[in-house]
């Protein structure tokens, strides 16, 4: 009797073997990898165009006093990081007003300027600053058609010709990501706004950010805002960065102080972190101290895989603001006025540097790094 038992166990195990082998194996659940995408970007400060620049340009351009500008020749110095670049972002300090070309306090820059930054490299030119309405209302809409002309390159950010535009967000898409664009100004020099140009408000950037927030991405916002000539950032920074944080803004572009100011990262309670760059500085400018010839171009990118954004990469470049003069008295007859990355920046160059001399300044190398490192700290990477 056990011999059968023991017989029908074999045949039982025996048979179930068989079942296991000739069963259809089940394929293993593949998770599919999430789609990457990502965007290189470069920010710079304030392109303030002095009446030497543009004199200049006009050497540039054929014959001297013809009113024909030219103003390539000041951004081939940097032009290549520019280009690098599948975004970039400039402040256009002064507008392009139309009539004949006017130096500080009321600028007014030749339209060729669109010409020049479109040929940089480029994308995004922001209008709104303290000097929005220098030419009023006219040389406001005038700048606006000037870059209208260059749509297929430029996107013309923070101005308004009409009450569509004003509450239109612009959006761009590249490589898949959207990334919106808000700005807003601290002021206008007491002129009026005219609803062309949006001051600081803490209801209306609430409600546009929240928009821009279903729009897009990433939220980028250009602020114009601090105390000219200081590094330290003041109140009213303090107050609304930290309001663009609680809103979830992902970057914010500082302008107005002329000189850099530092970069930092702050979390909300969801855990959503904004980068924030205080001043970038002066991108090209005749400005008379170390401190205004010393700016910055913010490198970073925006990344996307599935749903989950970030921004990575994250570096300062300095950039440092080199003008000569055409005489022995500094500052007379200023030329050869172009940026260029302080990596990139030689001691020769400094040694023809027109603050040499003046009020007993000396100008080196190793004096901007000195100041970059001062301000900017060990936060984030410094190309040198």
Request: charged share 20%; aromatic share 10%.
């Amino acid at each position: 009797m056990k011999k059968i038992i023991i017989l029908i166990l074999v045949i039982a195990i025996a048979f179930m073997s068989y079942l296991n082998l000739t069963k259809p194996k089940e394929t293993p659940m593949i998770k599919e990898k999430e789609s990457m995408s990502e965007v290189s970007f470069i920010a710079v400060g304030d392109n303030l165009i002095h009446s030497p620049i543009y004199r200049e340009a006009d050497k540039n351009e054929g014959v001297s006093g013809d009113e024909k500008y030219n103003f390539n020749y000041a951004y081939k110095q940097v032009k290549p990081y520019i280009k690098s670049a599948d975004l970039s972002f400039i402040n256009q300090e002064t507008v392009l007003g139309g009539g004949k070309p006017k130096n500080y306090p009321n600028f007014n820059t030749p339209n060729s300027m669109a010409d020049a930054l479109a040929d940089t490299g480029f994308d995004v030119v922001n209008g709104s600053n303290n000097h929005s309405m220098d030419m009023g209302l006219a040389g406001l809409k005038h700048s606006i058609e000037v870059f209208k002309k260059h749509a297929d390159k430029l996107t013309y950010i923070g101005v308004y010709e009409n009450k569509e535009a004003y509450n239109h967000i612009p959006v761009i898409n590249k490589k898949g990501i959207k990334i919106a664009f808000l700005s807003y100004t601290y002021g206008l020099n007491g002129r009026s706004s005219y609803g062309a140009v949006k001051l600081f408000d803490k209801e209306l950037i609430t409600k546009e950010v929240k928009e821009a927030k279903k729009q897009a991405d990433f939220v980028v916002v250009s602020a114009h805002w601090g105390t000219e000539y200081h590094h330290q950032i003041n109140s009213m920074q303090k107050e609304y960065s930290r309001l663009f944080t609680s809103l979830d803004v992902d970057l914010v572009i500082g302008a107005h102080p002329h000189v850099i100011q530092k970069m930092e990262y702050q979390t909300n309670t969801n855990g959503h972190r904004t980068l924030i760059a205080y001043s970038l500085g002066n991108f090209i400018s005749c400005q008379n101290t170390l401190s205004t010839s010393l700016g910055g171009m913010l490198s970073c990118s925006f990344n996307k895989q599935g749903n989950k954004c970030s921004i990575k990469n994250i570096s300062f470049i300095p950039i440092v603001n080199h003008m000569e003069s055409g005489h022995k008295k500094p500052f007379s007859n200023l030329c050869h006025i172009q940026p260029y990355a302080l990596k990139d920046y030689t001691e020769a160059l400094a040694k023809k540097h027109t603050l040499n001399g003046y009020k007993n300044i000396t100008v080196t190398k190793e004096h901007f790094k000195n100041l970059t490192d001062k301000v900017m700290g060990n936060n984030f990477k410094i190309q040198y």
